[in-house]
Structures are given as C-alpha cells and as structure tokens.
C-alpha cells in the first residue's frame, strides 16, 4: 500500500488545500472546521507520509501527481471557493 493511501479523505483534502497554497485557517473555513482540527489532520498526514513540514507536504502532493489529489477529496475547492475564504 503506497503511504498516499493510507490517508482518509479530510487528510487528502487538507494536503491538497496546503499544496494549493493555503492556510489553516482558510483550510478550517473551506472545510467548516477549527484550525486545531486541521493541525491535528495535519500532524497524522505528515507521520503517515513521512514528511516533516507543510513544504514537504506540498512538495509531495506535488510530486505525487497533485491534480489528481483532487478528485479523491470529499469536496474539491473551486477558484471562487478558494478566493471567498481569503
């Protein structure tokens, strides 16, 4: 099992929003939730990915065919979407 399959779909969600560009904070709007939730989603994505930061994280998803990242969330952010949580 490739470690990208292990994560649930809020951790794939959360990963693809960091390789987006965005903070925990717009994160925790676009996915109606507190920035501590994300942070904690944050922290499981990184010990089961094996990366040590948010650059890493992006860089990963980046690497690791991105675009694709999007289809697997729950609920992928359009640009309006992504532009209303700023």
Same mark, same amino acid.
């Given at each position: 099992?490739?470690?990208?399959?292990?994560?649930?779909?809020?951790? *794939?969600?959360?990963?693809?929003?960091?390789?987006?560009?965005? *903070?925990?904070?717009?994160?925790?709007?676009?996915? !109606? *939730?507190?920035?501590?939730?994300?942070?904690? @989603?944050?922290?499981?994505?990184?010990?089961?990915?094996?990366?040590?930061?948010?650059?890493?994280?992006?860089?990963?998803?980046?690497? @690791?065919?991105?675009?694709?990242?999007?289809?697997? !969330?729950?609920?992928?952010?359009?640009?309006?979407?992504?532009?209303?949580?700023?």
């Amino acid at each position: 099992m490739m470690p990208r399959e292990r994560l649930t779909p809020k951790e *794939t969600q959360v990963a693809t929003l960091v390789w987006q560009g965005l *903070t925990n904070r717009e994160i925790g709007k676009l996915m !109606c *939730t507190t920035e501590q939730v994300v942070k904690n @989603h944050l922290r499981s994505t990184f010990d089961k990915l094996g990366v040590w930061s948010r650059l890493e994280l992006a860089m990963y998803v980046a690497s @690791h065919g991105g675009r694709n990242w999007l289809e697997d !969330c729950e609920r992928p952010v359009s640009p309006a979407a992504r532009a209303a949580a700023s």
